[in-house]
């Protein structure tokens, strides 16, 4: 099992940019693909980008693509989200995700961090 931990979220103004952070502990973060989904309020929480266990591949959900990077690394058991060309609709909470398998849905989440975007 791994226990995930967001950090990095905060108020920006529309342009600016956020990295987010996720902490790791547990059993081998390198085992685990990791993702970043965000929930706006009043909509379902929707997938923002992925990334797999070496970091070789990544993939975005379009409305992020170009805007966002995701990377990790495994040396400090840690994911991150490089948010830049931030738009106010963006804000959303975000969190971390794990899986253990190549392909299905992420077992492990962490508890979100409010990403705020002001026009």
């Known amino acids: 099992q791994v226990q995930l931990v967001e950090s990095g979220g905060g108020l920006v103004q529309a342009g600016g940019s956020l990295r987010l952070s996720c902490a790791a502990s547990?059993?081998?973060?390198?085992?685990?693909?990791m993702g970043w989904f965000r929930q706006a309020p009043g909509k379902e929480r929707e997938f923002v980008a992925k990334i797999s266990r070496n970091g070789g591949n990544t993939d975005y959900a379009d409305s992020v693509k170009g805007r966002f990077t995701i990377s990790r690394d495994n040396a400090k058991n840690t994911v991150y989200l490089q948010m830049n060309s931030l738009k106010p609709e963006d804000t959303a909470v975000y969190y971390c995700?794990?899986?253990?398998?190549?392909?299905?849905?992420?077992?492990?989440w962490g508890q979100g961090t409010q990403v705020t975007v002001s026009s």
């Open positions: 547990g059993r081998t973060f390198s085992s685990y693909v």
């Open positions: 995700a794990a899986r253990e398998r190549s392909w299905g849905p992420f077992e492990y």
